[in-house]
């Protein structure tokens, strides 16, 4: 895959029952999540590509490293650390974006350790997309096969979430199965909306419809 395509990650939420204890209600740590959560939404769904693009991205991996070290113990954070690594890559691009895809990939593995359940699951979705999004060896470490079981764990955890049936869509229409793609673009779009994430969702349907005119295009 060429390094220089873009990786953007947003990345959403699946759903399970953790087996581990779940963790004392805490809503500083809480609003503090949605925060970061929208933040990344807004820089990542409008801000102009270009340099600002790039800072924004920036300012946004700082906090969520300083929220992270807050609270070391928290998937949650760990995760959406990953996340606005993955998304920054995309913003900055070429071979220079490597480091950040592997701190991310460092920082969901370690959020799946902590709890694989954490947020429905999203570190699945989230490090599956960068295995098929990164260059393979020798470039890097991307990975058609890992990612493909990533996002199917995922599926198992949150079957009707719109990220992950968005992704593992986005997956099969790079491997070229245009049909079966388009069942799961419809199946992300037939999700329910998330509280307090209103412009992520709305993002992520436009994503959603440029996507399915991309396959059905393949399939005239």
């Not at 204890?21 to 609003?31: G, H, I, K, N, S």
Request: with cysteine; aromatic share 8%; hydrophobic share 45%.
């Amino acid at each position: 895959m060429n390094p220089m395509k873009s990786i953007v990650l947003s990345l959403l939420v699946l759903g399970a029952a953790s087996a581990q204890a779940a963790p004392a209600a805490d809503p500083a740590f809480d609003a503090e999540l949605l925060s970061i959560q929208q933040a990344w939404a807004k820089v990542n769904y409008e801000s102009p590509a270009g340099d600002a693009r790039v800072q924004a991205f920036d300012a946004l991996e700082k906090r969520a490293e300083a929220f992270t070290h807050q609270h070391p113990s928290r998937a949650e954070a760990l995760i959406w650390e990953g996340i606005i690594e993955s998304s920054y890559a995309g913003a900055k691009g070429g071979l220079g974006a490597l480091g950040l895809c592997k701190e991310a990939r460092g920082n969901l593995e370690a959020a799946l350790k902590l709890d694989p359940n954490a947020l429905e699951g999203s570190a699945y979705t989230s490090l599956g997309t960068l295995y098929y999004k990164v260059p393979g060896f020798p470039l890097g470490f991307g990975d058609d096969k890992k990612a493909g079981a990533l996002l199917q764990q995922a599926l198992r955890l949150n079957p009707n979430g719109i990220d992950p049936n968005y992704f593992f869509a986005e997956y099969l229409f790079e491997q070229g199965d245009y049909a079966k793609s388009l069942q799961y673009l419809d199946k992300a779009g037939h999700a329910a909306p998330r509280a307090g994430r209103e412009l992520a969702d709305q993002g992520r349907r436009n994503e959603i419809a440029a996507l399915t005119a991309r396959a059905k295009a393949k399939m005239s």
